[in-house]
């Protein structure tokens, strides 16, 4: 008999600033909620899942250094605007 185990999880949402990058091409992400959080993609949909996994990894670090996982949702003027969600194992 198998049995199964479910992994609780928590979703955030995060307001994401796609920029494109004139030189290289593709985009630029950054995060406003999140310091220093920057990744790149050569077209919109995988910078956005660059985006999805660079904010997962930033948010495990956050949660091994014992540090409070934001809210979500913080706002900046720039060219482009998105929100991702990103699901995390519960704590």
């Given at each position: 008999m198998r049995r199964e185990e479910r992994i609780a999880?928590?979703?955030r949402t995060y307001t994401v600033?796609?920029?494109?990058?004139r030189e290289a091409g593709g985009y630029?992400?950054?995060?406003p909620a999140l310091?220093?959080?920057?990744?790149?993609?050569?077209t919109l949909e995988?910078?956005?899942q660059m985006a999805r996994d660079a904010?997962?990894?930033y948010l495990e670090g956050l949660?091994?250094?014992?540090r409070p996982?934001?809210?979500?949702?913080?706002?900046?003027d720039a060219a482009v605007r998105e929100s991702v969600t990103v699901t995390l194992p519960a704590a």
């Open positions: 999880t928590v979703e600033v796609l920029t494109p990058d630029v992400v950054t995060c310091p220093g959080l920057v990744t790149e993609g050569d995988e910078a956005r904010i997962a990894g949660r091994e250094l014992g996982i934001p809210p979500g949702e913080d706002q900046s």
